[in-house]
């Protein structure tokens, strides 16, 4: 579809006209998201499935925020039967009956290999929130429950808790008993602090904790496979939450239909005692791939696992002792070259010559390093190819970037790609984070709403090459509730930077195209539709106007708030109410492209907001 975007395309209605009820919800993207671990146990039923059911993608406002393609919506509330009969656990079709041989036993459970879903129990019910700065609060929609096994004829429930404020990820509470009178709710098992004063949610009176019942099959933190320690949590920066989704809605379920391509290649591994291993990539054009790896646990839930490198710091700079004795202290990317983000760790699946690499240093865990000195190599040649040999160089005093051009040959020298060898035997691919792609994350621009004064610090998971206020390890600033930000004196209205994230960017497959000349007002209304106030669309139109293509028409997209945490994390302290974040990847075309209509997520601004928006300049 071109211009036909999910919300309306001309803004002549008030937004707030045209969002749905503060009572309608659909599971949020993050139920999909990664980074969850669970262990198995004993017995599993296998319950046979049903035919698909086709998705339709709905083409009116009363949908938006009720369903996209990668949600599926509560039986019975769009009205519209086709979308009301899809499952809200996609289908499986793989019999999964010859593994879980190895499932941690324990006495009186019998796991599932379904999750069943059930009507709202009533386990956990809405509670007005104890700070709100005087904003009023939307009711927020209630969880869903999933029966998931048996403990003693009880049933065990899995209730999914819809992500509300400052969260990127589905909170989790694990119930024996089903009924308000006779539910215990298993404190160790439940990541949702129900305490907390932004917290919405609280058991139901009734409703008894209990601090000491754990399930031997959820107790675990890693699983080896032959040599390697995968750890769990990955691709989850919140990895406390071990439990977050079904492996039926992931990449990882062959038969998926409705909520995106799976995998390419799929390979199962092991049969762990938590469920089946398996390992899912695609291989790109340089003969790499990102590896992920996950478990289908009892349930029918999906835990992730991760094998990254052990020498790696949180900024991306690996411990290592070069040749020459000093130490690095470069960071460097994992994913290639991406996007503006990063991601990781690239495998080389179309193995690097012994002849094309020399040793370069050793890491601090052991590993030789080794670096690539061939300089017509693919993996030297991709970096000439997106930034013709430019080098970025922040100046911690100055906040600009100062940048030259290298030869392949000055490459090498500088180590622009190395290369280690992980426990399996894979060449782990990494490239000097000075080399960035000629594709930046353009001027995201942070603004921060206290309901009082504040003193506010606020960190980037990015390099950063260019800043204002100065970025030095972060910004600490005093918060006006006008916006007003004092950073050593002097005053400001946002906080600005440029820069690569160094998580992951994200794979974009729906968006808008419509006419140049209607693209930046088009903009400017999603914006207004997500929840940015007037000054802050303004900035964004000031400075993106002249950075419009050429072309007859535009295509974008939008990432928003939960993927722009997985590509450059905000870490602000203390933590807002609402966070609302929006970037657009844009390019010109020349007609008009066909486009999968990408969904918007419309959030109001409760509280202690913070925004922002920004965008990816192709130079």
């Not at 932004?198 to 040599?227: C, D, H, R």
């Not at 460097?332 to 193995?351: F, K, W």
């Amino acid at each position: 579809m071109s211009d036909q975007p999910v919300v309306p395309e001309v803004p002549s209605t008030n937004v707030s006209a045209v969002t749905t009820t503060k009572t309608s919800y659909v599971l949020p993207l993050s139920i999909f998201a990664a980074g969850c671990m669970i262990a198995a146990a004993i017995a599993l039923v296998y319950r046979p499935v049903s035919a698909p059911i086709a998705l339709p993608v709905p083409n009116d406002m009363q949908n938006v925020e009720e369903f996209d393609i990668w949600q599926t919506p509560q039986k019975g509330m769009t009205g519209n039967e086709e979308i009301d009969k899809i499952p809200l656990v996609a289908e499986d079709y793989t019999d999964y009956s010859s593994y879980y041989k190895n499932i941690q036993k324990q006495v009186g459970v019998e796991w599932y290999q379904h999750p069943i879903h059930k009507d709202n129990l009533g386990l956990i019910i809405f509670v007005p929130p104890k700070n709100t700065g005087g904003y009023e609060t939307s009711i927020p929609p209630p969880p869903e429950y999933f029966q998931i096994g048996l403990i003693n004829g009880k049933p065990i429930m899995y209730a999914d808790i819809p992500c509300d404020g400052m969260c990127f990820g589905n909170d989790y509470a694990i119930f024996v008993g089903d009924t308000i009178t006779d539910a215990q709710l298993l404190t160790k098992h439940t990541t949702q602090d129900f305490s907390s004063e932004y917290s919405l949610y609280a058991p139901a009176p009734g409703v008894v904790e209990n601090n000491t019942l754990a399930f031997a099959a959820l107790k675990f933190n890693t699983i080896m496979y032959q040599e390697a320690t995968l750890t769990g949590g990955a691709n989850n920066f919140f990895t406390a939450r071990t439990l977050s989704g079904f492996f039926a809605n992931s990449r990882f379920n062959p038969t998926i239909l409705d909520r995106g391509e799976p995998f390419q290649n799929l390979e199962f591994l092991v049969d762990t005692e938590y469920g089946p291993l398996f390992r899912a990539y695609n291989i790109n054009e340089e003969g790499t791939a990102d590896f992920m790896y996950a478990v289908r646990t009892v349930g029918g839930l999906i835990a992730y696992y991760d094998l990254s490198p052990k020498f790696f710091s949180d900024d991306r700079v690996p411990a290592i002792t070069w040749s020459d004795g000093t130490k690095n202290q470069t960071m460097y990317r994992m994913d290639g070259l991406g996007s503006c983000g990063g991601g990781g760790p690239e495998i080389a699946v179309t193995r690097v010559n012994d002849s094309d690499l020399t040793v370069a240093g050793i890491a601090s865990t052991g590993e030789i390093i080794y670096t690539i000195t061939n300089q017509k190599h693919p993996l030297v040649t991709r970096v000439f190819a997106a930034t013709n040999g430019t080098v970025y160089d922040y100046n911690e005093i100055t906040g600009e970037s100062q940048t030259y051009t290298i030869t392949p040959a000055e490459f090498i020298t500088k180590r622009g790609v190395i290369v280690s060898v992980d426990e399996l035997g894979y060449q782990n691919i990494f490239t000097n984070g000075d080399f960035g792609p000629q594709a930046e994350c353009a001027k995201p621009v942070i603004y921060l709403y206290p309901t009082a004064t504040t003193t506010i610090s606020v960190d980037v998971d990015a390099l950063i090459t260019k800043s204002d206020p100065l970025y030095q390890n972060g910004w600490t600033v005093e918060a006006a509730p006008t916006g007003a930000l004092v950073h050593n004196g002097s005053t400001y209205t946002s906080l600005f930077w440029d820069g690569y994230g160094n998580g992951s960017y994200p794979e974009l497959t729906e968006g808008f195209v419509t006419e140049t000349d209607n693209a930046l007002s088009l903009m400017e209304f999603h914006l207004s539709y997500m929840g940015f106030n007037e000054t802050e669309i303004r900035e964004f139109s000031e400075f993106w106007k002249p950075h419009l293509p050429t072309e007859p028409y535009t295509k974008f997209s939008w990432i928003q708030t939960v993927e722009m945490q997985q590509l450059a994390a905000l870490k602000i302290t203390p933590p807002p109410r609402t966070l609302i974040r929006a970037f657009v990847d844009f390019s010109g075309v020349e007609s008009r492209e066909v486009i999968a209509p990408q969904t918007l997520k419309s959030q109001e601004r409760i509280g202690y907001t913070a925004t922002e928006w920004g965008g990816i300049l192709r130079k």
